[in-house]
């Protein structure tokens, strides 16, 4: 039996999705962020040594990483389901957005998150410096380069109704959580209808759907 090591408001809720998609039997054990921290609780280290989500284990096999999960899960159980064909241009763009994903998008995500709390986290003698030092670092790194990620996802969905191609695979599972976070806190809005398009078409899937009911709440639909 699968089991996933289900953070909630993470990458982990990708992990259901995919699975609800190809039809598994799975299990969820849930853990909870600290509310003041926002960081996973020790427990997910007694899975995992770094202690993150998400995480699956498959009989002896533990699995970290939303992207080795993806590959493990489609090449496993997928039977040729939600992966293009070998050799094919489709297999190529596939292999590059399961990649972008975590290497290009979400890390200018997560500097956004960061110097947009930053203010907040040092002793109010020094908050005001620190609202200069975060707010021109996002004025004139983190916003620029979040618009060239936009104008560059918004010009690929204009050549393909999905990233790797016409038809849905997992580099869109992938890519929900970086593109839903885009929607949430990085601009994303109506200047860029592919995507909003792209975002209503995964979230009326069904087995979207179904994972949203067994993960429970998930913020960054907000």
Do not use: C
Request: aromatic fraction near 10%; glycine fraction near 8%.
């Amino acid at each position: 039996m699968i089991t996933v090591h289900h953070l909630n408001n993470s990458r982990s809720q990708r992990v259901l999705w995919l699975l609800e998609e190809l039809g598994l039997e799975y299990e969820i054990k849930f853990y909870q962020r600290d509310p003041k921290t926002m960081l996973a609780p020790p427990a997910l280290r007694e899975v995992h040594p770094l202690g993150k989500s998400p995480v699956i284990t498959d009989g002896a096999a533990t699995i970290a990483e939303s992207g080795a999960i993806i590959e493990y899960l489609v090449e496993t159980y997928g039977n040729g389901q939600f992966i293009p064909a070998v050799g094919t241009p489709e297999r190529l763009r596939y292999r590059y957005w399961l990649h972008y994903a975590e290497g290009s998008a979400m890390p200018l995500l997560l500097l956004q998150l960061i110097f947009g709390r930053l203010p907040k986290a040092v002793p109010a003698l020094i908050r005001p410096v620190a609202k200069l030092i975060a707010g021109g670092f996002k004025q004139k790194f983190i916003g620029p380069q979040l618009t060239r990620h936009l104008a560059y996802l918004e010009a690929e969905l204009t050549k393909n109704t999905w990233f790797a191609g016409d038809s849905f695979t997992a580099a869109d599972i992938q890519m929900s959580f970086p593109i839903e976070g885009l929607r949430s806190r990085g601009g994303l809005d109506g200047h860029y209808p592919n995507l909003l398009k792209y975002l209503e078409a995964i979230h009326a899937r069904p087995a979207y759907l179904r994972a949203l009911e067994r993960g429970g709440p998930y913020e960054l639909l907000r």
